[in-house]
């Protein structure tokens, strides 16, 4: 079996390649080129061409294909459609970050499988159903791709984009030390965030891993009865099971936990909701996400000013925790949250603004 780049970290492709006699700094030269530029180079200090060359008759370097890029008029958010390794195709989204002056950057959310099979009622991919689950070299690839098209450096990455990240635990985890390690993207760790509906085995595991990356857990209500209807997740992992795990993560790391907390007009944003959620989470250390609703089907609308704003005002009076509103942009492009599952034309998917791959 061919060896696959962008599927390993430097040290298991030293470990792979040491027959060939690649040290571990030959292993890590090769790694950046490839990871960061695409293709074994020709000639390399340090490197034989022979040596390189029986790299190449070993390997293999997979490449997403570039269906379509669409960039929002309204923030700079860019929305790419890719296809790896099969038929299916999935999206992930550029954000820019411009609020420093001099110091202009973005993150990629990226997705880690094809559709969702967790089914979260306000999100376009659970509407999807579950396709298949990314390979790590798929999801290190959006990263590279958007990385070598961005006019900005890619100075962190999301696990928010299509797909539950605990599902694919092994290869969301490969991926993310890939693009964290000084030779593949050189991301830091703290600037690598995975998010979860609250897969407990997986926060556990997480949590066991002693990781540098963040967490943040998808609650969106804290009354398991409420929580049921929106998430079904809260079936099979409910909140009586999935908050000691959180304390647990805490209890190991010292850190808060982050709690995103999607909110829905007349649904979750009412005192009773704060209320519930300040008995849940007592005595736990949180930091509460606000994200606003995105369903083009216009069954949930986010909250009105008034709305929002009677909400945090009995969160900041209830909660006793930091609390941000998380913005979510390219909503023009159907970029935001929720809202990643291809477009959908007499059953196959539109391709819009398309472009040279790259």
Not at 86 to 107: M, Q, W, Y
Not at 109 to 123: E, I
Not at 205 to 216: D, E, I, K, M, Q
Not at 276 to 298: E, M, R, S
Request: hydrophobic letters at 45%; glycine letters at 8%; charged letters at 20%.
């Amino acid at each position: 079996m061919p060896i696959i780049f962008k599927n390993l970290t430097s040290d298991q492709l030293q470990a792979r390649l040491a027959p060939m006699g690649v040290t571990p700094r030959m292993a890590r030269q090769i790694q950046v080129a490839v990871i960061r530029h695409g293709t074994l180079p020709e000639t390399k200090p340090g490197l034989s061409v022979r040596l390189l060359e029986q790299v190449r008759q070993a390997t293999v370097i997979p490449h997403l294909a570039l269906l379509s890029k669409v960039v929002s008029p309204q923030d700079g958010f860019a929305k790419y459609l890719f296809s790896g390794d099969g038929p299916d195709v999935f999206e992930a989204v550029s954000i820019p970050l411009l609020h420093r002056p001099n110091d202009t950057k973005c993150i990629v959310c990226v997705s880690c499988q094809v559709g969702c099979a967790l089914g979260c009622v306000f999100c376009a991919t659970g509407r999807m159903g579950f396709r298949r689950n990314l390979a790590a070299w798929e999801i290190v690839d959006q990263v590279a791709k958007i990385r070598a098209d961005s006019p900005h450096p890619v100075r962190g990455v999301v696990f928010m984009g299509m797909g539950e990240p605990m599902l694919n635990y092994d290869a969301v985890i490969q991926a993310a030390r890939i693009l964290s390690e000084p030779c593949g993207l050189a991301i830091a760790g703290k600037a690598i965030t995975i998010s979860t509906v609250g897969i407990i085995p997986g926060i556990r595991r997480f949590t066991a891993g002693g990781h540098s990356y963040r967490l943040v857990v998808s609650l969106t209500s804290a009354d398991p009865s409420l929580r049921r209807t929106l998430m079904p997740v809260e079936q099979a992992h409910p909140l009586v099971d999935l908050m000691p795990a959180l304390r647990e993560y805490h209890a190991a790391t010292g850190r808060r936990v982050t709690l995103a907390w999607t909110m829905l007009a007349g649904i979750n944003t009412r005192a009773q909701d704060v209320r519930q959620l300040a008995d849940l989470t007592q005595g736990l250390p949180i930091k509460l996400d606000l994200i606003d609703v995105n369903d083009p089907t216009g069954r949930f609308h986010p909250p009105s000013p008034e709305e929002l704003a009677a909400f945090r005002d009995v969160l900041r009076a209830t909660l006793k925790a930091p609390v941000a509103r998380r913005y979510s942009g390219g909503q023009d492009i159907s970029a935001a949250c929720g809202m990643l599952a291809g477009k959908m034309s007499a059953g196959r998917y539109s391709v819009q603004t398309s472009l040279t791959a790259f």
